[in-house]
């Protein structure tokens, strides 16, 4: 067996499930597994959120190192629950790289949850935390436009910018552009409530509790990285916010 491409397989899997959102101590821990079941021997790996690092030695005495960049960040609890069963698969039915290989690929070509499910998730989200902290039926409905509209904008700018924070500040400032200007005709009655709706589609909570979450694990280095990732993310949504109520004058 090529165990460089083997090991390389491993990282794939591993990759794609922090990218998912999963913890670290739960990656580190599934690629000491799939290591394991192939025979290998003395496996370390290190990870934080924008990097992993894998030291093992093969059945035949080699010692092999792979570094794996991560650069993304795409939290989707569907693909992570797939991979976690092709974790454990791989640990019980020990597969050859070539079949590794097709069974990822077919996790990773999975059919994605449909796109309406994702507005109608934000828009009751949205609409609920609007009504939810004494906003009135109407201000619900105008969260739901924003919602639709802050949906759209983010789908829109993930094809063309990486730089999460970016993207955070961009949309908070046309979000907040867009709840001003409905209640300034009418469609609306509280712009702090309707703003208070789009914000918690953007606040960070997974980023937060999985950065709590690796602290307690003892994964330090991750949860602080994730922690200062979330704060910054928080800053920037406050900052679009408050830029976009500055400079119209409008006010809660």
């Known amino acids: 067996m090529d165990y460089d491409k083997l090991l390389q397989a491993i990282l794939d899997v591993a990759e794609e499930m922090l990218v998912c959102g999963a913890e670290v101590a739960r990656v580190e821990d599934s690629i000491n ?13 290190f990870i934080i959120t924008s990097n992993i690092q894998v030291t093992t030695e093969a059945p035949d005495g080699k010692i092999l190192t792979q570094i794996r960049r991560i650069v993304r960040n795409d939290t989707n609890f569907d693909r992570l629950d797939y991979l976690n069963d092709l974790s454990r698969y791989i640990c019980t039915n020990k597969p050859s790289v070539e079949e590794l290989v097709v069974k990822y690929e077919e996790v990773m070509g999975r059919k994605p949850l449909p796109m309406w499910l994702e507005y109608a998730g934000a828009i009751l989200a949205a609409s609920s935390f609007c009504v939810f902290f004494g906003g009135s039926w109407i ?92 704060l910054l993310t928080a800053v920037c949504i406050a900052v679009g916010f408050a830029l976009a109520i500055i400079l119209t004058g409008g006010g809660a």
């Open 33 to 45: 597994r799939m290591c394991d079941a192939y025979g290998c021997d003395r496996t370390n790996a």
């Open 139 to 230: 201000d619900g409905m105008a969260t739901a436009v924003l919602a639709a509209i802050i949906t759209v904008l983010t789908r829109f700018l993930s094809r063309f910018e990486e730089n999460q924070l970016a993207k955070t500040f961009v949309t908070s400032l046309v979000a907040g552009f867009v709840a001003i200007v409905m209640v300034g005709l009418g469609f609306g009655q509280h712009t702090d409530k309707i703003m208070i709706g789009g914000i918690m589609l953007l606040i960070p909570g997974i980023a937060l509790t999985n950065s709590v979450r690796d602290m307690l694990t003892g994964d330090m280095v991750s949860g602080l990285f994730r922690l200062l990732n979330a």
